[in-house]
T-cell receptor, first 114, second 116 residues
Framework: AQSVSQHNHHVILSEAASLELGCNYS??????LFWYVQYPGQHLQLLLK??????LVKGIKGFEAEFIKSKFSFNLRKPSVQWSDTAEYFC????????????FGQGTRLTINP | DADVTQTPRNRITKTGKRIMLECSQT?????MYWYRQDPGLGLRLIYY???????NKGEISDGYSVSRQAQAKFSLSLESAIPNQTALYFC???????????????FGPGTRLTVL
């Protein structure tokens, strides 16, 4: 079955630490890739997205993600996190040309200690 | 940003009751979705609709039904609520016309439902 896997369920970091959250998917076709963020008590917001072109994409708030097709991965990175990055992060994938449904990973809860 | 609204925002109900969650959007999008979010499970698709006459089951549709009353409105019903339907429910929209990137979805603020 098609799936999206986020390796880290809860990550705890100190401010200024570097961040990398893993995301792998199991689709064989051409995909669109997304990272969404959910701040405490809020709805999901798009952080960044990959459709085609440069596999290193930059999003809002200093986040970036790299699409590695051979590894079916789309890991999220930030060189220096802030306390305000505390949130839950979701990786999502849809298959281009298919039913256009988004499939989400389980989410990674990120806690940044000041 | 109130482009996608959900009512109610919080609801406590009892086992066996019928309840309806409503979603409205002003984005002019043709596609609408209902998800539920449970801790450790991410978001799972309940139903989706690609236009007013189109309704499709998602991965966890049992115990739920939907109605697409208009392009801008998509309601989720629990005919007889049970405790394991306690969750956070999100509505989302997307646009098939190509105006948005790669079928990006836009989410409402969520409805927190508790079934006692």
């Amino acid at each position: 079955a098609q799936s999206v896997s986020q390796h880290n369920h809860h990550v705890i970091l100190s401010e200024a630490a570097s961040l990398e959250l893993g995301c792998n998917y199991s689709y064989g076709g051409t995909v669109n890739l997304f990272w969404y963020v959910q701040y405490p008590g809020q709805h999901l917001q798009l952080l960044l997205k990959y459709f085609s072109g440069d596999p290193l994409v930059k999003g809002i708030k200093g986040f970036e993600a790299e699409f590695i097709k051979s590894k079916f991965s789309f890991n999220l990175r930030k060189p220096s996190v802030q306390w305000s990055d505390t949130a839950e992060y979701f990786c999502a994938v849809n298959v281009r040309g298919g039913a256009q449904k988004l499939v989400f990973g389980q989410g990674t809860r990120l806690t940044i200690n000041p | 940003d109130a482009d996608v609204t959900q009512t109610p925002r919080n609801r406590i109900t009892k086992t066996g009751k019928r309840i309806m969650l409503e979603c409205s959007q002003t984005k002019g999008h043709d596609r609408m979705y209902w998800y539920r979010q449970d801790p450790g499970l991410g978001l799972r698709l309940i139903y989706y609709s690609f236009d007013v006459k189109d309704i499709n089951k998602g991965e966890i549709s049992d115990g739920y039904s939907v109605s697409r009353q208009a392009q801008a409105k998509f309601s989720l019903s629990l005919e007889s609520a049970i405790p394991n339907q306690t969750a956070l429910y999100f509505c989302a929209t997307s646009d098939s016309s190509g105006r948005t990137f790669g079928n990006e979805q836009f989410f409402g603020p969520g409805t927190r439902l508790t079934v006692l």
